[in-house]
């Protein structure tokens, strides 16, 4: 397994079953993540805040997110042992 930090956007309308969630997990559901923008819901709802995830990642998912588009500069691999 592998870990990464991932800058992502949020997605989720915070209600019923679309919660607030880092854009992230929806594009990679095999990941496991933590939050750790430490972000408040008010800057979410308004749109101003960013997320950033700290995330566990099998190689082929690493690949994969390593060459989307959307995350091209927005993965920083934690190499381990540190």
Same mark, same amino acid.
């Given at each position: 397994?592998?870990?990464?930090? *991932? +800058?992502?956007?949020? @997605? &989720? !309308?915070? #209600?019923?079953?679309?919660?607030?969630?880092?854009?992230? %997990?929806?594009?990679?559901?095999?990941?496991?993540?933590?939050?750790?923008?430490?972000?408040? *819901? +008010?800057?979410?709802? @308004? &749109? !101003?805040? #960013?997320?950033?995830?700290?995330?566990?990642?099998?190689? %082929?998912?690493?690949?994969?997110?390593?060459?989307?588009?959307?995350?091209?500069?927005?993965?920083?691999?934690?190499?381990?042992?540190?």
């Amino acid at each position: 397994m592998n870990t990464a930090t *991932v +800058a992502t956007a949020w @997605a &989720g !309308t915070g #209600a019923g079953k679309t919660p607030y969630r880092p854009a992230f %997990a929806a594009d990679y559901p095999a990941a496991s993540w933590t939050d750790t923008s430490g972000e408040s *819901v +008010a800057k979410i709802k @308004a &749109g !101003t805040a #960013a997320a950033s995830v700290r995330a566990t990642l099998d190689a %082929a998912t690493l690949v994969a997110l390593q060459a989307d588009a959307r995350y091209l500069g927005k993965v920083t691999l934690i190499p381990w042992p540190p």
